[in-house]
Every structure is written in structure tokens, then in C-alpha cells.
């Protein structure tokens, strides 16, 4: 059987679709209890060894491990992360900080969002409420915090405002997901 060119070309457009298709369901995985209970587990010690994960789940220590890669592939798992101890390093005190931008544009957001994604922030959110973003910094003293604030927020001319709030005491911190 013969193709005409404009068969072929819709042919080509198709298997284009689909295999773009299929390349964005590489990415999406349809969990399964024994994927959610290696998350459960994994996001509480990530050194977990392979063995002790099989018992847990129930499975043989080779299909945790193809478990494991294929979610770090899907990107449910986006990083293996060592949690400091911030007073042993001298980072001693945490500041909460609500900044209220003054133009809230797409642009000018992009950029306050990669300004206060430096090194000296610990996280970074855009929230809604009175304020625009909320930051958590972790600093070694009052005078480290005053040169941020002087760099990120004084100099700025799109910061109208920011209030900052100073941990008294880190009750709980964590970066666990509730799989339950």
C-alpha cells in the first residue's frame, strides 16, 4: 500500500504526539502501597539500607531498588539530603521574614523570587496574605542578619515592606510529606 505525502506527514505528526505523550507519562508513575510506604520510610532516613527497606515493604531487595530509581526518575524523590545540626555550625538564631513587594507583576516577581533564593535564605515562599513572600534565614548573629536585610530589603526599591519575626524556639522542623 501506498502513502500519499500528506498520509505520511499526518502519520509523522501522530507518532509525534504520541511519543511526546508517552515521554510526559515517563515522569508519572501510578503509586502503590509498597511505593508509598519506601517514601514513608526513605524521607525518614534516606540510608536506609536496601535489605532493611525490603523487609519493611515486603519485597526482594532488587525490586526496592528499581522502585527507588524509577520514583528518583519521576521525580517523586528530588534529593538525598544530610539535615545539619544549624547551632553546632553557628547558626544560632532563625528569622522568620514577611516581605510585601510593591509591584507584583510577573517580572518583577521572577525577579524578587531569584533574589531571595541566595545561599544565607533556607527557604523561600510566595504566599498570599498582607505579605508576598515569607523567608526563613538561619544566621550566625544580629549584625550577619542586619547585612542581609540591608542587601535584600533597605537597598530594594520593590520591598515596600518587611516585618521580621525571631525564633525563640525550633519546636519542630521537618520537611516530611504526609503520606497517609
Not at 500500500?1 to 509523522?12: A, E, P
Amino acid at each position: 500500500m501506498r502513502y500519499s505525502i500528506t498520509q505520511g506527514l499526518i502519520k509523522g505528526l501522530y507518532l509525534r504526539h504520541l511519543y511526546g505523550k508517552i515521554s510526559r507519562m515517563k515522569n508519572t508513575l501510578s503509586l502503590d502501597k509498597f511505593d508509598y510506604a519506601l517514601l514513608e520510610r526513605l524521607q525518614k532516613d534516606c540510608h536506609t539500607p536496601l535489605r532493611e527497606l525490603a523487609e519493611v515493604v515486603h519485597l526482594s531487595t532488587a525490586s526496592v531498588q528499581r522502585r527507588i530509581q524509577k520514583l528518583k526518575e519521576a521525580g517523586y524523590i528530588q534529593a538525598s539530603v544530610a539535615v545539619l545540626d544549624p547551632e553546632k555550625l553557628g547558626q544560632v538564631i532563625t528569622i522568620m521574614v514577611e516581605v510585601h513587594a510593591e509591584k507584583t507583576q510577573a517580572a518583577d516577581l521572577e525577579l524578587l523570587k531569584k533574589m531571595f533564593s541566595g545561599p544565607e535564605i533556607q527557604q523561600c515562599y510566595y504566599v498570599t496574605g498582607d505579605a508576598d513572600f515569607l523567608l526563613v534565614l538561619m544566621v550566625p548573629s544580629m549584625s550577619a542578619f542586619q547585612a542581609i536585610c540591608d542587601r535584600l530589603f533597605h537597598s530594594n526599591p520593590n520591598v515596600k515592606w518587611f516585618r521580621t519575626i525571631v525564633v525563640l524556639d525550633r519546636v519542630k522542623v521537618g520537611m516530611e510529606v504526609l503520606l497517609s
